[in-house]
């Protein structure tokens, strides 16, 4: 079993940043694709980012190209979304997630991974 608990979430004004972080503890081994997903009030889950094991291979929704960025510490069994500019759209509930897609078209799939965290909350004010 693997456990994921994410945190960095908060209250920030429009044009501001954050910073999640996601922790994966338990058996660990293995070399999965981490990602982020999101889900806004009265909507379905969506995606947001993914990154190989190695970080050579980021992808983006095309709604956060170019103002989030997904990165690893594979050291630390921890994954980061660095979010700038933000914008009350993004207003959600951040999950991470842990699994291994079989290909680039199925990054995006919640049933390409296994594993979720709990969700923590980012509220983006106007």
């Known amino acids: 079993q693997v456990q994921l608990v994410e945190s960095g979430g908060g209250l920030v004004q429009a044009g501001g940043s954050l910073r999640l972080s996601c922790a994966a503890s338990?058996?660990?081994?293995?070399?999965?694709?981490m990602a982020w997903f999101r889900q806004a009030p009265g909507k379905d889950r969506e995606y947001v980012a993914s990154?190989?094991?190695?970080?050579?291979?980021?992808d983006y929704a095309d709604s956060v190209e170019g103002r989030f960025t997904i990165s690893r510490d594979n050291a630390k069994n921890t994954v980061y979304l660095h979010m700038n500019n933000l914008k009350p759209e993004d207003t959600a509930v951040y999950y991470c997630?842990?699994?291994?897609?079989?290909?680039?078209?199925?990054?995006?799939?919640?049933?390409?991974?296994?594993?979720w965290g709990q969700g923590t909350q980012v509220t983006v004010s106007s």
């Open positions: 997630a842990r699994g291994f897609p079989t290909s680039a078209y199925t990054r995006g799939r919640e049933s390409s991974y296994s594993y």
């Open positions: 990154i190989s094991w190695s970080s050579r291979n980021t």
């Open positions: 338990g058996r660990t081994f293995s070399s999965p694709v």
